[in-house]
């Protein structure tokens, strides 16, 4: 078996995201590095949505960018711009064609599908493989998305339906969500954050239909395709380890309240490229403690109260709609911060400091 000077477990988003960085800047012209990914084949699996509120290697894997978007909840609805910091999806296709196809050309870097193939004692590894101990309060973002197609154009594609809260809740927290990439194709998809992954909120294609059918009153349409996942919001067990660096979910880059992850993994692999000469002695990288903090109060009140998390994401985006991207991204000051926080129902959060 062959010695490698870094080892990348796990041939997903972040996995990927961190050797292409370090390929494009030379990091690897000396070094060897062995990514190990057990999928037989890439396809498209994922859309990746965020605010771009920093820069990212991946412009050319876009398939489209707003300006303005809209948040629903019964007889109400905001519309908000985002001019400063577009909201962008990434086709994971595109991504996994480009990386793919850029690393193959590096003589130095080597793929396989086990870890047995692969030497670990002497390299030093970037792990991208969580271990979750779930328990019966873990909260899931869990979702279904289908994207659909109409002969006759009847999306207005300048505007997304970020959250629509309008749908059965069921005594968790729903909505709907509609990325229109042109005026006839759109991501319509169905969203919960409950406890453990409830079984009984999966019946998507069920909700999905009615909600294109009787909701946007869309009746004519063909699905061309479909992705599911589910997003933990509470962070990995791991343990600190002299050669091992966790990347990606299971190095803690999702954001817990909303889910957000792709553009965290890109600033992680920035700062991994940035240090790798000292990597073992850098400090880690992490989501700040603020949000961290932050998060953990906003999860608690979702969790015992659910039926106020409509209105409350509501109101988050009463303050400016660039004060609270930048405070969903990671990006916002002590007085954004402030800004939000004024608008929360006070008691309910007082008390969920002390659960
Ligand atoms: C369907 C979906 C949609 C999402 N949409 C968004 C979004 O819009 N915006 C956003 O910011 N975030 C989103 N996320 C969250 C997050 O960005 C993604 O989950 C992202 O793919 C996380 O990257 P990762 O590398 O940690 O995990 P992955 O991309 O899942 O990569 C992990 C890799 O490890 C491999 N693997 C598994 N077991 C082993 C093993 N034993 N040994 C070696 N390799 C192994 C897997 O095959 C996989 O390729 C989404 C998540 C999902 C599931």
Not at 87 to 97: A, K, M, P, R
Not at 309 to 321: A, E, H, L, Q
Request: with cysteine.
């Amino acid at each position: 078996m062959k010695d490698f000077n870094y080892t990348i477990i796990g041939g997903g988003c972040a996995g990927l995201s961190l050797a292409y960085e370090l390929d494009i800047h030379k990091k690897l012209d000396n070094k060897t590095l062995a990514i190990i990914e057990p999928r037989l084949k890439y396809k498209k699996d994922k859309t990746w949505s965020f605010w771009k509120v920093s820069s990212h290697n991946f412009e050319d894997c876009i398939k489209k960018s707003w300006q303005n978007f809209s948040i629903n909840i019964p007889n109400k609805t905001k519309y908000l711009e985002c001019n400063d910091h577009p909201y962008q999806s990434i086709d994971s296709g595109l991504f996994y064609e480009k990386i793919i196809n850029k690393l193959k050309q590096n003589k130095n870097i080597s793929f396989f599908k086990d870890i047995k193939e692969v030497k670990l004692e002497n390299s030093f590894i970037f792990n991208s493989v969580p271990v979750l101990k779930v328990n019966e309060d873990s909260l899931w973002q869990h979702f279904c998305g289908v994207e659909i197609e109409t002969k006759n154009n009847f999306f207005d594609d300048e505007i997304i339906n970020l959250m629509d809260f309008d749908c059965e809740q069921r005594g968790s927290v729903h909505f709907f969500y509609t990325l229109p990439y042109s005026k006839n194709k759109a991501l319509v998809e169905t969203t919960w954050l409950s406890k453990n992954n409830d079984v009984s909120q999966k019946d998507y294609a069920k909700q999905v239909k009615d909600y294109i059918e009787n909701h946007l009153n869309l009746k004519n349409y063909k699905i061309t395709y479909k992705e599911e996942g589910a997003i933990p919001l509470f962070y990995p067990s791991y343990e600190q380890e002299k050669n091992k660096i966790n990347i990606g979910t299971a190095g803690g880059m999702t954001r817990l309240s909303t889910g957000y992850t792709f553009l965290n993994i890109q600033e992680h692999s920035k700062y991994i490229r940035e240090n790798i000469e000292n990597i073992s002695k850098t400090k880690k990288f992490e989501i700040s403690k603020k949000y961290q903090f932050l998060d953990g109060v906003f999860l608690r009140v979702l969790r015992e109260n659910p039926e106020m998390m409509p209105n409350i994401f509501f109101k988050m985006f009463k303050s400016s709609s660039k004060t609270a991207i930048k405070f969903l991204s990671n990006k916002s000051n002590f007085l954004e911060d402030l800004s939000i926080i004024l608008k929360m129902p006070k008691w309910t959060f007082i008390k969920a400091l002390f659960y």
